[in-house]
Nanobody
């Protein structure tokens, strides 16, 4: 079974920091881009950050300059370093991998993590 497992969420005060991790497990041949999305109650899911297999990154406007996405290809893990956290950052954060192959020449599958809750208090 191939899956993404997030960790690192929790409760933090405004201005603090957290680092989220997302590890891909199972039989995986290749992973292209990976990213983070988030969703707060009553709001649409929004893009937080994306990183390509080569290391190029893009960020949502609301987190630009505060969050940093990175990855360790050997560990098949993507990270999200969150600094200067605001109450508006409170949400469930989901790891995303839109193009995953489990064998050479096989179809590209889309994977989502189960989500990890980040709560930022005032």
């Amino acid at each position: 079974q191939v899956q993404l497992v997030e960790s690192g969420g929790g409760l933090v005060q405004a201005g603090g920091s957290l680092r989220l991790s997302c590890a891909a497990s199972g039989s995986i041949f290749s992973i292209n881009a990976m990213g983070w999305f988030r969703q707060a109650p009553g709001k649409q899911r929004e893009l937080v950050a994306v990183i390509t297999s080569a290391g190029s990154t893009n960020y949502g406007d609301s987190v630009e300059g505060r969050f940093t996405i990175s990855r360790d290809n050997a560990k098949k893990t993507v990270y999200l370093q969150m600094n200067s956290l605001k109450p508006e950052d409170t949400a469930v954060y989901y790891c995303h991998a839109p193009e995953v192959r489990t064998y050479w020449g096989g179809p590209q599958r889309e994977l989502w993590g189960q989500g990890t809750l980040v709560t930022v208090s005032s």
